[in-house]
């Protein structure tokens, strides 16, 4: 099946921008096409490049003892995956795509190059570093509701990073969402249900619109319950 994404993309919003600014980076550099259920790497693989996705999304898990899966993070468009690998050597997650999806590979050992003769780089890698590590911090929220609360939020900037976007798509399933933050996809169901009763938020299959997202902060920093 032909791909529905461009063959030619626009980098100029892409986060490693400065990466490219020479031929010799930009020859470097491979696109790939996912399909939905794809695989982009595996736990153990080498370590050889970082990942940024230009459109799409994908989820990032591992495999429990019992065969269950525990989905780690999921990442969307505009942002990197295998900065952990860097101290490892290898990836240490399964990486698979929710939707058809395209990555950048870049090469570690030429973005090293590029690190070296490009300050402003080191400067924003580092910014990118820091605000992934702060990617699911309300994992530790006490409720479901503070939780599902603070996801919906933290979507509503990360689909859309030039402004928060009220509408959007959910990439991922009820249950995926529920994997992720500890919850069951019953639980999940049963909290959009209220807030849709109570509109704050509404709901046509994986279409959300947040109609009342002050609401949704109130509820994060837990002035209000539902």
Known sequence: ?????????????????????????????????????????????????LYVVQHGALK????????????????????????EAIYTGHYLFSAVALAETLVCEIPYNHFLESLQSKPALQKRILYLISRQLNVGSYLLSTT????????????????????????FL?????????????????????????LQKNNIVSIDHKKIHLLQPEKLKQMVDGLISH
């Open 144 to 167: 479901a509701e503070q939780r599902l609360a603070a996801f919906l939020i933290d979507l509503s900037v990360r689909l859309h990073p030039l402004e928060m976007k009220l509408e």
């Open 60 to 83: 990032t898990y591992q495999t429990e003892a019992d065969g269950k899966e525990l989905i780690r993070g999921f990442y969307f468009a505009n942002e990197i995956l295998g900065y």
């Open 170 to 194: 959910l990439p991922m399933s009820r249950q995926d969402i529920g994997n992720y933050l500890g919850l069951t996809a019953e639980t999940i169901s049963r909290i959009f249900s209220r």
């Open 1 to 49: 099946m032909p791909s529905s994404i461009p063959s030619y993309l626009s980098c100029t919003r892409c986060t490693f921008a400065p990466f490219c600014l020479t031929e010799e980076h930009r020859a470097a550099k491979q696109f790939r096409t996912l399909e939905r259920n794809e695989t982009l790497c595996l736990p153990k693989n080498k370590f050889q490049n």
